[in-house]
């Protein structure tokens, strides 16, 4: 195929240069350029002057909504995730670590689609089709009627989805995917945008113009890089109608999947899965999986109940401080650190915990990231408990979220919390005096709740609870 021109875009103020530079000659930002197919140039005036206008215009009132067609995919918790199952002509992004499990988890719901007489597509770049018919065989699906491609051409995928029309097809990765228009490398932030915009496209297109009905859902395989972004681009996670994440330890075998972006259902939902020695489970009651077991207390950890989506989860917050050397540490996983660095201070400044010259680390037991701030005051007990060398008793747990002036903030839907940890056989909760039951017919059976509202109340209700 004749190669069209190629122009390179600054992608921090789209001005364009003929060739690449390190730095872009109109704003003057460094390694910002990105090579992509030139528009065909027309005269900038009186462009559009010549085109009908477009007869689609039409007041709101008179657009019918329609409810979106979902497609269960047979897996109860990745169905969770994309907010009830597959959405016609829709784009999903699903990025992880390698080895996470996206290929397994992929191939086992295409199988189910397939057996649901779904026409499906597997369209694999990483593998050979040798591998995936191996990975098949260990999934105990040898006998599937999945059409697998293995090719890394933008056209010929194009081509071959124009062709076939599948209800839903998975590109296992994008990442691996080039167009013949760019000359920019495979996985280069040029190349999977633009692959990722055609196969965008396509799938939005699809619905439109017949075939399947409701068009084709296509599913793109992303990479992370170390950093933890999905390689090559914030700008895939804008083309596309979900993101969804995999998170967890690829050491223990639970797996979680997170909905980060979701235009047809609800963001920060999860989905649990342990991966077995026949691919992924969906677990369908997994509020106590990420509590290790201590058959008694020890020093440094706090169990809070997190709730992402609408399921709470217990986990296990660790912390170890240890004297450290001039410039001590600062580490975490599972949490963020800027807010590490700001519960420190405000342990300091509000509760007169001080930790300036102590190595800090903190952990999120097995692998699951918590980025709500409910965390806080459960991150803060952990590291005053490794601090004094005391456990909290046994059965405790805390949640809510640490302010600059030291005071302790309520979390979203505080009785779900409560009520999953006196599920669970909790006795001692320490929680913001907002998330308290308001009368005492409301309180939990078997839980004693303290309510605090100052940090320095909840250090000093250590002490004399522990
Ligand atoms: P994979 O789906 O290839 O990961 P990704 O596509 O995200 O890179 O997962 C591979 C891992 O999963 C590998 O370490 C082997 C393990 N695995 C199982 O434990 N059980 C199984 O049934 C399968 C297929 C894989
Ligand atoms: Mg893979």
Redesign the pocket.
Known sequence: MAREKTSFVCSECGGSSPKWLGKCPHCGAWNTLIESVAETAAPAKNRFAALAPSARLQPLAAIEATEVARTPTGHEELDRVLGGGMVAGAVVLIG????????????QALDALQRGGLKTLYVTG??SGAQVAL?AR??GIEGSQVAVLAETSLESILATLEAERPAVAVI??IQTVYSEQLSSAPGSVAQVRECAAHLTRFAKASGAAGGAPGGTAIVL?GHVTKEGALAGPRVLEHMVDTVLY?EGD?HS?FRLVRAIKNRFGAVNEIGVFA??????RGVSNPSAIFLSQHAEPVAGSCVMVTLEGTRPLLVEIQALVDSGGPSPRRLSVGLERDRLAMLLAVLHRHAGVACADQDVFVNAVGGVRISEPAADLAVMLAITSSLRGKPLPKGFLAFGEVGLAGEVRPAPRGQERLREAAKLGFSVAVVPKANAPKRREAAFEGLTIHPVERVDEAMALMRTLG
């Not at 992880?96 to 191939?107: E, R, Y």
């Not at 991966?275 to 992924?280: D, K, N, S, V, Y």
């Open positions: 992880g670590d390698p080895g996470i499990g996206k290929s397994t988890l992929l191939l990483e593998e990975r260990r999934l296992d990765s395989v995999f690829t075998s991966m077995t020695e026949r691919g992924l």
